[in-house]
C-alpha cells in the first residue's frame, strides 16, 4: 500500500528554481535499505536519474546535475522535497518521486526501483 505522490507548480519560468515535494504514504522514509529519489523523463527521451536520499539521511546526486540539485526529506511529514536551481527551457520533464530498494540474494546485492509517483509535469518557459 506504497503511494507516492508528487506535488510542486507545473509551470516554472527560467532561472527560477523548481522545488517540488514527494509525500510517501504505507512506509516511513527512514525504514532502513530503502531510499528516496527523483527520476525524470524529458518529452521524448528517456529517463535520467537525479538523485536520491537514503533512509539515514545521506544524499547521492547525478554528476550532470549536481551543482543545481538539493533533495531533503522531512521525516515529521514523511516527505522528500527535490530543488533543481537555475532551470532551463531543458529541464522541462515529467518528474518522478522513485523509492528504491535494496536487497541481496544469493547471487549479490542490487537496487530496484519498486515504487513510483505518477509523476508530475513540470515545463520551464517564461
Known amino acids: 500500500q506504497v503511494q507516492l505522490q508528487e506535488s510542486g507548480p507545473g509551470l516554472v519560468k527560467p532561472s527560477q528554481t523548481l522545488s517540488l515535494t514527494c509525500t510517501v504514504s504505507g512506509d516511513s522514509i527512514t525504514t532502513t535499505y530503502y531510499s528516496w529519489g527523483w527520476i525524470r523523463q524529458p518529452p521524448g527521451k528517456g529517463l535520467e536519474w537525479m538523485g536520491l536520499i537514503v533512509f539515514s539521511g545521506t544524499t547521492y546526486y547525478s554528476p550532470s546535475l549536481k551543482s543545481r540539485t538539493s533533495i531533503s526529506r522531512d521525516t515529521s511529514k514523511n516527505q522528500v522535497t527535490l530543488q533543481l536551481s537555475s532551470v532551463t527551457p531543458e529541464d522541462t520533464a515529467v518528474y518522478y518521486c522513485?523509492?528504491?530498494?535494496?536487497?541481496?540474494?544469493?547471487?549479490?546485492?542490487?537496487?530496484?526501483?519498486?515504487?513510483w509517483g505518477q509523476g508530475t509535469q513540470v515545463t520551464v518557459s517564461s
Open positions: 522513485v523509492r528504491r530498494h535494496y536487497y541481496c540474494s544469493g547471487y549479490g546485492c542490487q537496487y530496484e526501483y519498486d515504487y
